[in-house]
């Protein structure tokens, strides 16, 4: 038997012939592998040309090589299972094109959480014996192992974990829509029942203790404190408002859509506590392009980054021995809730800028819920006279 007679026996019975390299004017891999539909084997090709060094495109054709290699002895065909070349994508290349996209529509904090997904990605692949290359291996099982990595190895939280599934997904989606994979791998993997919010809201007693400290020990940061008490800005936002932004005339300053969480521009109000403090500390009185709280919280050229609230927080926290479930988000947790139960919930969802009352109720935890003394004089149709007077003799 000769030995091209060889070769067709061997490529019949196994279905598909072993891919090689071609190197010319054009470098490429290419293997044939039998499609039923036409009946007769068919030529698949990777193209090389995209890679200016040679030494590089022999490495990434051997990489390519082994891995389809191994794709077709464990019974892979490109045709039957209609997967396309473009899963043969380095993984680092996919993720480098998913950032891309998210730099062309994302917000700079959004960018700077992705990126971090990312790095921590990349983070696990070093740790992996044998990591993943392709989009291809993009799958349930890597995802499935990443997670219990995070949560079991590193040790985050239910909720952390779930975030990073979210991410996963978000990333899967991103690899669906381009064909780099068929179907979205995090599907098949659920969330892990979080635990209830660390974060508690601060007593009335609490939050005077707060101020008498600061106003001794630190009056630009009580700016900051009663500006998240009073005004319900988030700390990213504070960190973005200038000068400019306030409105002595209207008792209000300017949160733009440029830098709000929900993207849209609001005037929030301001009271005259806060306004009066403003002007004991000379805010009003620097340049209208200087950020409201630069460094040290004082006004400044420069935006200083949001973490300083949080870092300055924890300062005034321990010196005033309160537990970690006290943050400086608390302030405003304990804004709304103490805005809603004087004014109304509505008026503390509109200076929340929050879209449903429901959202501002979750910010009002149990026990600091008010009850009316109003509703305990309700009669209404089913009032009856003789029940209230026993019940009027037992209370007294």
């Known amino acids: 038997m000769s030995y091209l007679t060889k070769r067709n026996t061997a490529t019949e019975t196994l279905g598909f012939t072993y891919p090689r390299l071609h190197e010319g004017k054009t470098w490429y891999v290419d293997f044939f592998a039998f499609d039923p539909v036409i009946g007769e084997m068919k030529r698949k090709k990777f193209m090389l040309d995209n890679i200016k060094k040679k030494s590089e495109k022999r490495r990434r054709a051997a990489e390519i090589i082994e891995a389809i290699t191994r794709q077709l002895r464990s019974g892979w065909n490109p045709w039957v299972n209609a997967q396309e070349s473009r899963g043969f994508t380095l993984i680092s290349d996919v993720l480098s094109r998913y950032m891309e996209y998210i730099g062309r529509k994302s917000r ?13 990605l990349n983070q696990y692949l070093d740790s992996c014996v044998t990591p993943i290359k392709y989009a291809y291996q993009f799958d349930g099982i890597f995802v499935n192992e990443y997670l219990d990595w995070l949560y079991l190895d590193r040790g985050v939280s239910e909720r952390t974990r779930n975030n990073y599934r979210g991410w996963c997904f978000s990333f899967a989606e991103f690899m669906v829509s381009r064909k780099y994979i068929d179907n979205n791998p995090v599907d098949g993997i659920p969330a892990l029942d979080e635990k209830k919010k660390h974060r508690k809201d601060l007593t009335p007693k609490m939050l005077q203790q707060m101020r008498r400290h600061l106003k001794k020990e630190d009056k630009h940061f009580l700016l900051a404190c009663y500006m998240e008490y009073f005004t319900f800005i988030r700390p990213t936002e504070l960190s ?24 849209k521009s609001a005037k929030v109000a301001l009271n005259d506590t806060l306004l009066k403090l403003m002007i004991e500390l000379g805010v009003l009185s ?13 006004p400044a050229a420069d935006r200083c980054n949001a973490d300083q609230y949080n870092r300055r927080w924890k300062k005034m926290r321990e010196a005033l021995g309160w537990g970690d479930e006290y943050q400086f988000y608390s302030l405003k947790d304990s804004g709304i809730r103490d805005l809603a139960n004087e004014q109304g919930v509505v008026i503390a969802r509109d200076q929340a800028r929050h879209s449903d009352v429901s959202t501002t109720n979750r910010y009002i935890q149990e026990h600091s819920m008010l009850v009316h003394s109003e509703v305990k004089q309700f009669k209404g149709a089913l009032d009856d006279d003789e029940e209230r007077k026993e019940v009027e003799e037992v209370a007294s």
Request: aromatic letters at 16%; hydrophobic letters at 30%.
């Open 286 to 298: 620097a340049p209208a392009d200087y950020f409201l709280f630069g460094r040290h919280f004082k």
């Open 108 to 120: 700079k904090k959004t960018k700077h959480s992705y990126q971090s997904r990312i790095n921590v």
């Open 240 to 263: 973005y408002l200038k000068v400019g932004d306030i409105s002595v005339k209207e008792k209000t300053i300017f949160v733009s859509e440029d830098f709000s969480k929900n993207k």
